[in-house]
């Protein structure tokens, strides 16, 4: 997951970048970071949500640069310390770099850097991705940090680095403060190009340029390198692109509804997974008399599929604004109450209603498992499930944190990829029978395609990984899982 | 504002009281304390949201005890600092308490309890309210701090202290811990009493019984004493009650919408407000394409206004989870800009409609203008605004803070008073052209009552106080509320 | 031990008494606090050093009293913990109060106070001594807050209280801000009154006097009331003078060398204890070639020492400025090397020397074997070690913290009380060898009355306690002193 | 100023370089920072003293770690600020440096270093330092970080780096954690080098070793290089050795009493410089009855006068052993107060005697002049200054923090370097009247050399500097301290 926001001359970019940063908070809340790279380099990184990760008089340290890069970070790999946090510098040659996204073949690349004494301090991906970066620019001769060595190098790391990534980078080129973006070669992780004047924006999602009054410009393709200079267009070098196939998982969970994802609006996209679902729901027979969003992804999804089948759509869960992460609880009987704390039932909305809860997605299970528990003892007379997203099956190598196989609650019922709409309709009674509810019913594949279509990775969903993931790079990654989880036992999720 | 949760009975007694408070964050964020009196006092306070004023290292210390106090404040009077937070404490004669509410004679009660060296540590109305009960305990005689010296110390209390309020009082009383409760004589705030077996919770709204699993018991009458003891039937004593009449701006706005008020549930209030409205909208020959709520209190009085009337709901405006109330900003450019960080728009759903803004309430009327004007940029065809109570035109002493007649945006066109429902129409004409919008519609007063019926102090909307106010009441609280003013002049209300 | 400071009549008074504290600072390291009683009461209290407890915003809060107490406390009974820290505030009837010293009958206090509901806060005894003043006052009939009411309250209260105190009141009295001075009857804790202009000030120690020009104006007598009052002469009212002995420790080690006790030059007092001992080393046939001050305290008494015998005096051990209290050390090895840290050995100035070490008292003994050993190592030729005052055989009740008597280095070879001189040098003689050194020299008893005479309380030396302690305040002390070792046992004494 | 520590071998070396920073606490009190440069690297910062900077939890994160630098910073050059705080890391190629001393020609090594693309991120002129070692390491064909490498790094770098300095630097070099540690061509700044067993340890004075047992094993000489790695012998290249001029100003005032520089001990060397000044004294006929030293540094020196004169010798100040930087004051008058909160006399000893005042040198002259005054109001019958030092009439440019020329004392009365012994005594009677005192004597530049023989770097008594200094380097240097001189003007010397 994880998020930037990336501005080059504005004569306010550090305030500007900040709120961008507040934007995309919903990416990342572990740690936050800013840079700059104008008349001087800096780097401040500190822990938590963005106005105490940057306070005031933090901020107010960058407020004379026209070029600054912030981040917001969710940890994927990377154990949520201080060091974990990005932008990176790599000094010399002087080149500051954050990303959203995750690499496949990090250990491969640390070993090769460590032939070239760069020292990695942190468990974070953005480093071997900085490292390679720079080592490929310190060995250009002559050495003059030039666009085209910039050039060069980019064209040579899409080649080695594997994964899904978009990076911004700053750093001096030909003498002029210069912000760099470029793209893994299938796209597979958002961004989008803004300008102001003489201003550009780059940014995971367009939400960050709105409060800003930045328009969209253009999204770089897959394997692009575009390069942004005050006052000047964008040079765009096409330099890797093996075929666009992006998240489908940003439009499901990940992005803001409000967000644009290549030109497409992701709320549109909600709504019409919303009244796909509700023509697989009636294929099904299946009938009830109310809908009940779970907040707050799915409410425009269950709206669109209540107005589809003309039933009721009401809030019947109240989420706590302020509950955050942490919870204080002395024992077991405590922390089940916890649920309740996050989301209080209405109950006069459940009782003697055939309801229909309704859903995003469905990944470990136990939040969807304490819900279903929770509205059995509300009089419902049936519940039924509906989910606006095929099953999540398959692990995310690219930058999306769904855990191991062997957690995944569709794991347990679907084995061997995506069965089919047939298989899956299998599938979900079984399911239902495990969470002790009258029905359950995903999004097939096929209608996921029909509601959004054209080229998309949706290797949770199908196991079909666009992006090439070696063997050796799947041990790598579930040895770092175990042990980014034994880091985290006690945070639980809801 | 502010709410607080007080158990008795329980071996969990202060993290439990910690979680009701979370539920209860909706109420006051500024700050929160906590508070025993079974075997030792014990008192703390802190500023800002629950976790940090209260951290799991001060939460300990209070672990062994079983009657615990907690309370999260909403600077109505006093200054946001640190000691005017709650829970307070008079020692001698060891006497905790916290309240829900604004007294309206301040100046008095501090003037006579000078005369009986009770000093004020703060300016929170929590203290006079404190020093008066404590004063009357200490002089009795002979002095054995019994439960009939309570009752005759809040009996007298009662005719004295005027204004609303709740009030939970912790002591030990006959040689037990005690939990009292006592409400003001139109039991204008609100209060709720939970069991859960030998335990019991009083605390300002259901939704903090609720992941506890305490069930609701009772709702104290208005001038009532409630006496709670681990194991023991409550004492319920109705010392003086003039006439229920609740503030009904509680379930406009205030409450969470999972809450129920002497036993009606805030929801199916806030619904019924949505049709009541959606009949008045039609009156006037309105129409409109589309719903859009202006999250979060408005969704389900939105919801059920858009049904009733057969036209679309749409969550047009995107709402950001992590803006806090703090923000950065360099200039006023940039300060602009911050609406749209805090609530921006999903362009599509305004584009070519008839648009009927939906929201609960206009106070100071700076954010809905601000909205309209964003709006207006969206390229709706029509910009109607729909408000689910009526005109805000007269302040509120009873503990919700409004601000001054000066500042509210009603008064400046409806100056004596509710002018009936065809003033009302008048009205809402002169205040749509000010904000530039098609058309404005609030709930008259009249569909108020027909949606929640029954008695109700409804004084910020037709200007009747039910409990006395004396004119050198109303100075001093003008003087404060400028002084107020004057502390904290750099916070926006958006 | 302990130290306060009060000024009444200042316009500065809160920054002054902040610059009082530091100035005492060596009383008490662990908390430091402040209160105001003029137009308002304030308390504030904080752990730590004066400038970390209460910083320049807090102090900035009491910048327009004219009536402040301040407190550096160094836990004697109590935990260390911020409850413990003073000054306490009783409300009603509005009295803040600060001591030095100990109390010996707190249990019976306290269980006293429980039947007036005066409830105890922490574990600290100016509460007990606050909450028995309170009581007394709120028990004046009728109830006014006069001086009179003070006076009768303070001279019960001398004949309930046991121990050693000097306590300082903060109270509004016959409607002024009245500041309120009393000594035990055996005036065994220090007390200074000091006057500039219209102001006057009450300290522990007269250092506290000097950077703010204020003049010592007397030292009130045991069992005496002082009233102070910006602008009028103090009243002072002789309540219950049972005769003065005060405690000869602070004249030996704890006050400060520039500091007056009575009148008398607590540096000169040290210097004539360096030459009485010189006498006595002589008169034991005893010679060295340099004497070696153990830093800082032994200074004075080593230089009149060393020149009242002609030998040379050198600075060998030089002392780290900048080491706290806190060392982070991973074993014991480690922590056995810090004791160098804290006081490293100049090589040259013990090579091939007959040493006389120097010290001013032995309580425990750890520190004095660590620095034997390490002078062992320094090639010194012989070993003797001269301690300006009689051996600590007894634990002190009155507020100084010598541990119980099993922990007390002398106890371990003098039994039953002070054996006279010859039974010193007797004893001295088997602590040499226990110390594997060639000598040891104690002042005696006989000579430290000769060097500083007058009455005195030497119970740590001699066992005869001038204020009455029973059996029962024995037990509860006792026991009292084991829970504050079982909560400090990481700390370790140098 | 400023000091390091590095250990490299020791299984707890972080533990133990933390212990050693605060045995060089005396060198810097603004920030500390440590680093680790073993199985990984890793540089922690912060501000305030080494218990503050670097506190437990941060410590841990070094435990494993056998090879570890550490720095405490007095800033020199910077402001203060955490960016300014050593140690510095370049990466790539991996090397972490600290230094002591200061650079004179920073500008010019920016200037080259930016066409590198080295990066500097802060004002403090380790970042140059260590920027041309990086660029010099990165430069090497072929690139393989080896010993060879480093020994041409440093060759090149001491003809290019002018100023005063001592440098210890962590990296892998040949595969392995390697220390190494350079000194300037005429080695101004200290150094020395201990073992134990197989580890060694670099540190600014002896004083670091002292409390870890390691033993001195040598001083680099000026322009030296030593490579020390775990477990062997210590490899010396003298790359660069223009004559050793250490610096005299540590002897006096800044090196700890218990050190040993080059194998002498400055203990003896300040006895030294007393009794010379004492025969200086005396050759112009001057008397007194009381040598009283201004506390801490000038003891030995006051106590070897006062010996070789027979004139008793009294420490007639004492000073607040708590009293740090900041004082809380609120006007000029109680600012003037703070002067005998730092230092408080004891009347007695200054009365009816003709007192020599005994301090080190004389800086700026603002505390002496106070110092003066105060002793004029104690009744001392004449007042006479002994320094045993000359008088500081020339800037340092080679890491003593001590003004511009026009802030020093001496330099009002002493226009073109040294005048020789009669030129000095000549202008201490000018000095004298202004101070309004009795006389003053300094010890002569002869009389120093007398003192402690052999080359030395004098420059700031004798205007000779040993190292080239240009005269765009002196412009750039006074261009730094005028800025930090406006950051800092809230800070006062006593």
Request: with cysteine.
């Amino acid at each position: 997951m994880c998020g930037f926001v990336a501005i080059i001359g504005s004569p306010q970019a550090a305030a500007e970048v900040h709120m961008g940063l507040r934007a995309l908070q919903h990416r990342g809340q572990d740690s936050a970071g800013i840079a700059e790279f104008d008349q001087r380099f800096r780097v401040h990184r500190g822990l938590g949500m963005v106005p105490t990760a940057i306070d005031a008089a933090t901020l107010a340290l960058f407020e004379s640069s026209r070029a600054v890069i912030g981040h917001v970070r969710y940890p994927t790999r990377g154990s949520g310390h201080i060091e974990d946090a990005q932008p990176f510098l790599a000094n010399p040659p002087g080149i500051i770099l954050a990303h959203n996204g995750n690499l496949t073949n990090v250990e491969e690349l640390a070993q090769k850097l460590a032939d070239k004494s760069f020292r990695m301090l942190s468990y974070c991906d953005a480093e071997p991705l900085l490292g390679t970066l720079a080592s490929k620019m310190l060995a250009a001769r002559p050495f003059a940090h030039r666009t085209q060595d910039l050039i060069t190098a980019v064209k040579e790391l899409l080649g080695e680095v594997r994964g899904g990534y978009t990076a911004v980078c700053g750093m001096q080129l030909d003498g002029k403060p210069t912000l760099a973006v470029f793209r893994d070669p299938k796209g597979l992780r958002p961004c989008t190009i803004g300008r102001r004047g003489n201003a550009w924006m780059a940014a995971s999602e367009s939400v960050a340029l709105d409060p800003l009054t930045f328009e969209e410009h253009f999204t770089p393709k897959p394997g692009e390198l575009v390069i942004l200079r005050e006052g000047e267009e964008p040079q765009r070098f096409e330099l890797h692109n093996l075929g666009h196939t992006p998240c489908i998982f940003e439009k499901i969970y990940f992005a803001r509804p409000d967000a644009n994802m290549a030109g497409r609006s992701v709320y549109e996209g909600r709504m019409a997974f919303g009244r796909t679902l509700a023509d697989e729901f009636s294929e099904k027979g299946l009938e009830g008399d109310v809908v009940i969003p779970i907040p707050d992804t799915s409410r425009p999804a269950a709206q669109a599929f209540a107005e589809h089948l003309g039933i009721p759509y009401r809030e019947g869960f109240i989420k706590n604004r302020y509950s955050g992460r942490t919870f204080i609880m002395p024992d077991a009987a405590t922390r089940a109450r916890a649920l309740r704390l996050k989301l209080n039932p209405i109950r006069s909305v459940f009782k003697d209603k055939r309801v229909i809860l309704f859903d995003d997605s469905i990944v470990r299970g136990a939040t969807i498992a304490r819900i279903s528990e929770m509205v059995r003892d509300l009089d419902a007379t049936e519940i039924h499930l509906a989910i606006h997203s095929p099953p999540v099956a398959n692990p995310c190598f690219y930058g999306i944190d769904m855990s191991t196989v062997a957690e995944l609650f569709a794991a347990r019922f679907m084995h061997q990829g995506y069965p089919g709409k047939a298989g899956l309709r299998a599938a979900e009674k079984e399911m239902a029978k495990a969470l002790k509810i009258d029905s359950l019913t995903y999004l097939s594949v096929e209608g996921l395609d029909q509601a959004w279509g054209g080229p998309r990775c949706a290797a949770c969903f199908d196991g079909k990984y666009p992006a090439e993931i070696r063997a050796e790079d799947r041990l790598a990654i579930a040895a770092d899982r175990r042990k980014a989880a034994d880091r985290n036992t006690s945070e639980t999720q809801f």
